[in-house]
């Protein structure tokens, strides 16, 4: 019994935690959005096409840290741009949390001009788990925008990542479903 308070504080000290998607376990029971550990390693260098990941730090959903977004590289990743207010960001997050469920690409959301309290609510709404960063200024979608060929301003936006960092393709059109993210993946990514 003494041990029980410990460990609750801890887990509350622990702030953004390394398990990127959930568990068996977690699935059945959404423990809100987590945050990214740094790579342990630096991201191997990659002869894919397409712009680099921007070198900027954005805050964890959650708080505690700061991510910078060029770690995001190490693994196939797929960047979820949204906001509360978006009607289609809304209507594809619950396709995004399916596919992120699945495990085989580490998923990000990154909550773009939005105030904290609505997009928490969106992500409660949602039961959304995989981790979410903070864009309330626009910092990472404007510095994106000018590495490809696309606006990302107008949401949503969904960018692939190769493990080495590099932004494979901007997809920007209607809502995504699962089945869309796999087709995706597998294109931009190699995952199937």
């Not at 398990?19 to 423990?31: C, F």
């Not at 680099?52 to 708080?63: I, N, R, V, Y």
């Not at 936006?157 to 493990?163: G, H």
Request: proline letters at 8%.
């Amino acid at each position: 019994m003494r041990l029980l308070p410990l460990l609750l504080a801890i887990g509350l000290l622990a702030g953004c935690t390394a398990d990127v998607q959930p568990s068996a376990s977690q699935a059945t029971a959404p423990a809100g959005p987590r945050c990214i550990e740094k790579a342990s390693s630096p991201a191997p260098a990659s002869a894919a096409p397409g712009p680099a990941l921007p070198a900027m730090a954005l805050p964890c959903f959650d708080g505690g840290r700061f991510i910078d977004v060029a770690d995001l590289g190490g693994q196939p990743t797929v960047v979820n741009l949204w906001a509360s207010w978006c009607r289609e960001c809304r209507d594809e997050l619950p396709a995004v949390q399916r596919f992120a469920a699945a495990g085989k690409v580490r998923v990000v959301g990154i909550a773009t001009k939005d105030r904290h309290d609505q997009a928490k609510s969106v992500i409660d709404e949602f039961g959304l788990t995989f981790a979410n960063l903070e864009d309330q200024g626009q910092q990472f979608v404007i510095a994106a925008s000018s590495l490809t060929s696309k606006s990302l301003v107008a949401l949503p936006a969904t960018l692939f990542v190769t493990p080495g960092g590099r932004i494979a393709y901007a997809y920007q059109g209607p809502a995504l479903t699962v089945e869309r993210l796999q087709e995706l993946s597998a294109q931009y990514l190699g995952v199937s």
